[in-house]
């Protein structure tokens, strides 16, 4: 079973700009680890079967005006079944008033009470979307991470084998890194990977015989990104005469990361081959896959058209 991450309610407070109704003693302290919500409409009329307590309650313009017809008692009674169960916090949107009641169980209970002004659904896909993010799995591998032409590429490889050195050449060319050494993969879907830089070394590069050198000092602050989704795997290795290299580009390889597949090239380094326009190239193609196209395939195809035809070429 992988590591469970966490974020705290602060931290969720601060990006989404929510305003804090009742602050619970445990307000500074306490961390979320779902990434799903609930909207506690049937929660509130009494029925708990099946409630996840761990998960943040918002409520919307729809349970605010069905709690308004209730008297006072069914409102504290409705209120209470939720707060009672210890959610982490209650988020009440689109600038709904915050109803006596609500604001009274959570006093009682001690529950955070937050509001937002932005619609409920518009607010639920940000905060879920925030929390996919923020609890996402992660694993570091080594590598670098350049966004080349928007395509996000891991450059891995050997150690020595000059990673970091054609990652140099490609911000002299106009592309932006985003980590250099280690890189930080985090599983934001089924189907997706991002990559970031700890952020002890963001924006730090290191080049033997140079040293270290600060990225956005040199080349400008549009040099680095502080994170992309990684689209295409390069690995780089000494050429080896003995081994034999895909020429045509027929052959599809991928490779795993967190249980998330990528497409996979594989590019020989000797002396006097220029890598960066190489990895330039490999983003292009990649782009080109994507919508479909494979020169490849396309090569072959007029190949066969050719021998089907009787014609020389």
């Known amino acids: 079973m992988g590591k469970k991450y966490t974020v705290s309610l602060t931290e969720l407070v601060r990006e989404h700009n929510l305003k804090v109704v009742h602050a619970a003693p445990d307000y500074a302290t306490i961390r979320i680890g779902s990434v799903d919500l609930n909207r506690p409409g049937i929660q509130l009329m009494g029925y708990l079967d099946h409630f996840d307590a761990s998960r943040i309650q918002v409520i919307g313009r729809s349970e605010n005006a069905m709690m308004e017809e209730l008297d006072r008692e069914r409102r504290l009674a409705g209120f209470e079944a939720v707060m009672a169960r210890r959610v982490p916090a209650v988020i009440v949107a689109h600038a709904e008033p915050v109803l006596p009641e609500c604001l009274e169980m959570a006093q009682k209970y001690g529950v955070n009470l937050l509001t937002t002004d932005i619609d409920t659904s518009e607010f639920s896909a940000r905060l879920i979307y925030s929390l996919r993010y923020h609890l996402a799995p992660r694993e570091t591998i080594h590598g670098v991470l350049m966004e080349v032409y928007g395509e996000g590429m891991l450059i891995i490889g050997d150690s020595g084998v000059g990673k970091s050195e054609t990652a140099l050449g490609l ?3 106009g592309h932006r890194l985003i980590a250099d050494d280690a890189v930080e993969l985090l599983r934001t879907s089924n189907f ?15 080049l033997r015989g140079i040293g270290v050198i600060n990225v956005p000092s040199v080349f400008g602050i549009g040099a680095v990104k502080p994170s992309c989704q990684i689209d295409l795997a390069v690995e780089m290795e000494l050429w080896d005469d003995s081994k034999h290299y895909d020429r045509l580009g027929l052959d599809t390889k991928t490779t795993e990361y967190l249980g998330v597949s990528i497409p996979l090239v594989t590019i020989p380094v000797r002396p006097g081959r220029n890598l960066a326009v190489i990895l330039e190239l490999a983003a292009l193609t990649n782009r080109q896959k994507k919508t479909g196209y494979n020169a490849a395939e396309d090569l072959v195809r007029q190949v066969d058209e050719s021998v089907d035809k009787g014609l020389e070429f």
Do not use: A, Y
């Open 171 to 173: 911000l002299k060319q």
């Open 192 to 206: 997706h990977l991002e990559g970031r830089s700890p952020s002890l070394i963001r924006h730090f590069m290191e």
